[in-house]
């Protein structure tokens, strides 16, 4: 009997060390989850801390964007305005001179007109 117990411990202790040894297979399994948890964390992190930095760049840049635009539109905006100046000058400018040719154009009918009557008074 006592060799049957010899023999029960031995097998008892190989199963114990084989117990152990996946255990401590296990443990370095999940040092290693672990630890690739840590780095996976890590990373979102950073690429977490690179989108912020990106939003913030890209947040600047529409806001430079957007105000350059408002700035060329309203240089648009007053050139438009000067030109529309420029163009109704201009228009005044023709009307004052089409209305003194007119003026010049009826003063040489009249004078023609009363030319004429004069003729015909002097032959009558």
């Excluded at 030109?83 to 023609?112: C, P």
């Amino acid at each position: 009997m006592d060799n049957a117990n010899d023999t029960l411990r031995t097998e008892m202790n190989v199963r114990f060390q084989e117990v152990r040894a996946d255990f401590r297979e296990v443990d370095a399994n999940f040092r290693n989850v672990d630890a690739n948890f840590r780095n996976i964390d890590g990373n979102f992190r950073e690429v977490n801390a690179r989108i912020d930095a990106l939003r913030i760049e890209t947040y600047e840049r529409i806001d430079q964007l957007r105000k350059e635009g408002n700035e060329r539109i309203d240089e648009l905006r007053k050139e438009t305005h000067d030109n529309f100046r420029l163009i109704e000058a201009k228009i005044d400018e023709l009307r004052n001179r089409n209305d003194a040719q007119f003026r010049w154009l009826v003063g040489l009918m009249l004078t023609s007109m009363l030319g004429m009557a004069a003729l015909l008074i002097k032959t009558i």
